[in-house]
């Protein structure tokens, strides 16, 4: 399993193509809609992208032994497979997709 995605190829390019025009740092980020950071990233020539990694994976025996802890089950049983804790998460959800979206 993987960390942060990679930014593709083709938005670099654009990226590129737009400072060679002689757009700004923040006039890029607002027309392709990304942050100020990924377009300095992609603008400086000594930058390599990589994808993180997971410091801890949840492998095989490690999934067996959270299957057997009884405190992780007892959690599992109080919080994740109620309605009601379903519910107020995608409330909060849904609040923070309404300030986070861009005007129109």
């Known amino acids: 399993m993987t960390g942060k995605p990679t930014i593709p190829k083709s938005v670099h390019a654009k990226i590129r193509k737009l400072h060679k ?37 949840l492998g095989p025996e490690r999934y067996a032994a959270r299957k057997m802890d009884e405190a992780y089950l007892a959690y599992q049983e109080q919080y994740s497979k109620t309605e009601q804790r379903r519910a107020k998460a995608r409330e909060s959800m849904a609040r923070l997709r309404k300030l986070r979206a861009k005007p129109t």
């Open 21 to 57: 025009a002689g757009m700004t740092v923040t006039a890029i980020a607002g027309a392709i809609g990304c942050s100020t950071y990924t377009v300095r990233k992609a603008i400086d020539p000594d930058f390599v992208e990589r994808e993180r990694v997971r410091q801890r994976e």
